[in-house]
């Protein structure tokens, strides 16, 4: 067992411990539509900066200043800071009316620089989970329900193209690029539509879109991060297990269980330095508690315990540790707190206009 691996099973342990928990999990995205906070990110590069849409676009929350500043982007649902920390990749459902239209996606980039706004698509159906490839040449996405593959645009180029198939990706959960962005890994679920087809990890080579290898069985993955170890992918899966496969000899290992039915979500930063939990209470379901570990040395550097009414949900790390923001999909006041390590401050961002 490598070092990584090792100081990996230490963490989780001490997760365990600490966790006395009691619902399923459940998908890493925020709803298609909100009515508070729709999604949020940390700029790679700038350590105080964060990223946050909702109804009315794109918010810059800079955590020297007291408030956010706001760039329109009509009912902007998710977005992603590419790995340069130049630009933002932002979904929108531009013609969505009081929410009772089908989302018809559109997805743009936005120029931190310039402080411009460059379509790179719009779609007839919903698409969402925007990531960028880590070395920045691509800008991916996943489809709405009922197509198959993750989309993948070269910005250098402009061209389109899918990876995955109708067999082995036809209801995406969440997918992951490797550290040479060589590989897109895939997890798949196919849950009554048309009859089983596949649950579990896919292997994709970006160059020329080829399958690699798939995981044996069947298995529900809700999160998936390529590790250091080569050949390795860790995983979450959605009876709350922390595992690893190695896909090269093909061995499906539990990394360490995490007992419980409280578990409403847990994922991995990106870098996947960090494992994020937000927890509800089953009794009361608008208390939300909001965990993050270090994975290598398995200190909790933050802990939330929230009892009113503000049903948080959404959290993300920046790229050092020392700002964690967090918010609500759901509540109306549409606000993001943002917690510093070092102070155990908090300071607080109303994104309304």
């Given at each position: 067992?490598?070092?990584?691996?090792?100081?990996?099973?230490?963490?989780?342990?001490?997760?365990?411990?600490?966790?006395?928990?009691?619902?399923?999990?459940?998908?890493?995205?925020?709803?298609?539509?909100?009515?508070?906070?729709?999604?949020?990110?940390?700029?790679?590069?700038?350590?105080?900066?964060?990223?946050?849409?909702?109804?009315?676009?794109?918010?810059?929350?800079?955590?020297?200043?007291?408030?956010?500043?706001?760039?329109?982007?009509?009912?902007?649902?998710?977005?992603?800071?590419?790995?340069?920390?130049?630009?933002?990749?932002?979904?929108s459902c531009p013609n969505l009316a009081i929410r009772t239209s089908p989302c018809k996606g559109s997805l743009s980039l936005f120029d931190?620089?310039?402080?411009?706004?460059?379509?790179?698509?719009?779609?007839?159906?919903?698409?969402?989970?925007?990531?960028?490839?880590?070395?920045?040449?691509?800008?991916?996405?996943?489809?709405?329900?009922?197509?198959?593959?993750?989309?993948?645009?070269?910005?250098?180029?402009?061209?389109?193209?899918?990876?995955?198939?109708?067999?082995?990706?036809n209801m995406i959960i969440e997918y992951t690029f490797n550290p040479q962005s060589t590989l897109i890994a895939i997890s798949n679920g196919?849950?009554?539509?048309?009859?089983?087809?596949?649950?579990?990890?896919?292997?994709?080579?970006?160059?020329?879109?080829?399958?690699?290898?798939?995981?044996?069985?069947?298995?529900?993955?809700?999160?998936?991060?390529?590790?250091?170890?080569?050949?390795?992918?860790?995983?979450?899966?959605?009876?709350?297990?922390?595992?690893?496969?190695?896909?090269?000899?093909?061995?499906?290992?539990?990394?360490?269980?995490?007992?419980?039915?409280?578990?409403?979500?847990?994922?991995?930063?990106?870098?996947?330095?960090?494992?994020l939990a937000t927890l509800s209470d089953g009794r009361l379901p608008m208390d939300r508690m909001l965990y993050v570990w270090d994975v290598?040395?398995?200190?909790?550097?933050?802990?939330?315990?929230?009892?009113?009414?503000?049903?948080?949900?959404?959290?993300?790390?920046?790229?050092?540790?020392?700002?964690?923001?967090?918010?609500?999909?759901?509540?109306?006041?549409?606000?993001?707190?943002?917690?510093?390590?070092?102070?155990?401050?908090?300071?607080?961002?109303?994104?309304?206009?």
């Amino acid at each position: 067992m490598s070092i990584g691996i090792l100081k990996f099973k230490l963490a989780l342990t001490a997760f365990i411990l600490m966790l006395l928990l009691n619902t399923s999990l459940v998908s890493a995205q925020p709803d298609t539509i909100c009515t508070g906070i729709c999604d949020l990110a940390s700029s790679p590069t700038v350590e105080n900066l964060f990223g946050a849409v909702n109804e009315f676009g794109l918010w810059l929350i800079n955590t020297n200043e007291s408030e956010a500043q706001f760039f329109s982007h009509e009912n902007a649902i998710n977005l992603s800071f590419d790995p340069s920390g130049k630009y933002v990749a932002v979904i929108s459902c531009p013609n969505l009316a009081i929410r009772t239209s089908p989302c018809k996606g559109s997805l743009s980039l936005f120029d931190l620089q310039e402080q411009t706004w460059r379509e790179l698509g719009s779609y007839d159906s919903a698409i969402e989970n925007v990531k960028f490839s880590p070395d920045g040449k691509y800008v991916a996405f996943q489809n709405g329900f009922g197509k198959s593959g993750v989309q993948l645009i070269d910005l250098t180029t402009g061209d389109t193209f899918t990876v995955g198939d109708q067999r082995l990706t036809n209801m995406i959960i969440e997918y992951t690029f490797n550290p040479q962005s060589t590989l897109i890994a895939i997890s798949n679920g196919d849950i009554g539509y048309g009859g089983h087809v596949f649950w579990g990890l896919s292997i994709w080579k970006i160059s020329d879109q080829s399958f690699q290898v798939k995981t044996r069985g069947s298995l529900l993955a809700a999160d998936l991060t390529f590790t250091e170890t080569e050949n390795n992918i860790a995983f979450v899966k959605y009876n709350a297990e922390l595992y690893s496969w190695n896909y090269y000899k093909g061995i499906v290992s539990s990394v360490d269980d995490i007992v419980g039915d409280n578990l409403n979500r847990i994922r991995f930063s990106y870098p996947p330095t960090y494992l994020l939990a937000t927890l509800s209470d089953g009794r009361l379901p608008m208390d939300r508690m909001l965990y993050v570990w270090d994975v290598q040395s398995g200190e909790q550097i933050f802990v939330l315990d929230r009892t009113d009414d503000s049903f948080t949900n959404l959290i993300s790390i920046n790229s050092t540790g020392e700002f964690i923001a967090y918010g609500s999909t759901v509540t109306e006041g549409k606000i993001v707190e943002v917690w510093e390590r070092a102070t155990g401050t908090t300071s607080q961002y109303t994104l309304s206009q």
